[in-house]
């Protein structure tokens, strides 16, 4: 989850007068934000990469282990961060500039984090752990009681509770099983466990980048996908999509629960002429959740950053600063899940950036391939069916996600990999992950799923065989399921 802010805060409780003073600090801040984008203010440099990745944290019976904070503690480094759930953390890494060898130096950043990562839960008798869901997640590991010891996770839960009138969160997933069950609280999103590259651009071309995002987006999912099961039942082939989306369920202005637009979504069009229409529209639609206010110049944009941190679209725009204290624009991709391997991550993050690069690339921009609805469809498609979802691009006929990102998308992520100017053997070899792993059509879901074929419906055997995979960090295209059929 993207926090709603990095640091501490002090109250959970506010007033009607917290909320206006706040709505005023918003007011000026995306007024700001506009006029020093015209104004030449925001970091124009070459593109900057990075990436975050949600761990679980596992007991010895590979069950969830709530040790977050001691886990902190041992590991010692500040690329490692608290998430909503005590069995989680987030390990993120230093940005990069997206030239040259950039894949390989990140994944070389990753494997030497990851293994500090490991050691740290090792010395308190627990495993670190990448997936999309945890298979021997239960619903009793997501009760108010697991959530991380911080004032603003319960700022926010008690929130989205207060915007739904105290409705219960009412999670219903129809995939090739069906799952419907009532949550009291916003844990069950901490069930979700994501992969999510920070694309940073100039930003004068970010909406273009944007609307790039939002188009790749589906075959994105289709070739990652890796989180079949939720409470045992076999759902979607990306089940955090639906599962994060009915988690912190509410709306914006008007029906709170029920508005046209929703807090976690795809988003509600492309963007027309610049990215700072979405923070436009975070204002104008969404009541704030966390009127926290601060002391500070505009121009830190606190408060702008600390509301969108309370959205959550699946590619999600961000204000930060780069070391030289200048504001600059970042796109978040959310929509990957963590895992099988970071050989896979590092994989996903090229096809990403490639294929993003070269369909700024087109006439007209990336929003003329096809309609917004068109590329919103298709995630759900793509989220729901994985490879074998049917996805329209650029024309009527729906064409089978394998064949085209085989025979249509690498191809031009390749392109804008050159054109980046990535380094030819990185190009080749993480490319060729995506390649291998769509032509054998064996990405983490489906091979979650081979493995409950052949061995039953057990979580505890599935996270040990993965976790014992991904510790080679063999691309998960590569892995056998092992065993006869129980």
Sequence with gaps: MGHPMGQEIQKIRFSPRDFARFRQRLVAETRLAREMAAGGVFDAGPPVTGFEIEVCLLDAQEAPAPVNAAFLERMNDPLATLELARFNVELNTHPHPLEGPVLSSLHRELTATWRRAQAAAESLGCHAFMTGILPTLEPQHLRLGCMSDMKRYRALNRQVLRARQ???????????????????????????????????????????????????????????????????????????????????????????????????????????????????????????????????????????????????????????FSADGRPHIRIEHR?????????????????????????????????????????????????????????????????????????????????????????????????????????????GARWQRDFAAAHGRDGTALVHACREHQASDHPVHTWDVGGERA
């Excluded at 991550?345 to 090229?350: E, G, I």
């Excluded at 191809?411 to 792993?437: C, K, S, T, V």
């Design 335 to 443: 929509g990957l899940p963590a895992g099988p391997t970071l050989a896979d991550s590092l994989a996903n993050a090229a096809f990403f950036h490639g294929l993003v690069e070269d369909l700024l690339t087109l006439p007209g921009g990336p929003e003329g391939v096809m309609a917004f609805a068109t590329a919103r469809d298709n995630f759900y498609q793509a989220a729901r069916l994985g490879l074998e979802a049917p996805l329209r691009w650029q024309g009527e006929t729906p064409i089978r996600a394998r064949e085209l990102i085989l025979d249509r998308l690498l191809p031009r992520a390749r392109r804008g990999l050159e054109r980046l100017g990535l380094n030819a053997a990185d190009r080749h070899d993480y490319l060729g992950i995506i390649a291998a792993r769509v032509h054998s059509g064996q990405n």
């Design 166 to 320: 105290g409705r219960p969160i009412h999670l219903d997933i129809k995939g090739r099983e069906h799952l419907v069950m009532d949550q009291r609280d916003v844990m069950l999103e901490a069930a979700t466990t994501s992969f999510q590259i920070h694309l940073q651009t100039p930003v004068d071309t970010a909406h273009r980048v944007y609307n790039a995002a939002i188009l790749a987006s589906a075959p994105l999912v289709a070739a990652a996908a890796n989180a079949p099961f939720l409470f045992g039942r076999d759902l979607w082939d990306e089940t955090r999509i639906p599962l994060f989306e009915q988690a912190v369920e509410t709306g914006g202005y008007g029906d709170v629960a029920r508005g046209p637009l929703r807090r976690v979504s795809f988003g509600s069009g492309f963007a027309r002429e610049s990215i700072l229409e979405c923070f436009e529209e975070n204002l104008e639609h969404f009541p704030p959740l966390l009127p926290l206010c601060e002391d500070a110049p505009a121009e830190r944009f606190i408060h702008l950053r600390l509301h969108n941190g309370t959205l959550w679209r699946w590619n999600r725009p961000l204000i930060g």
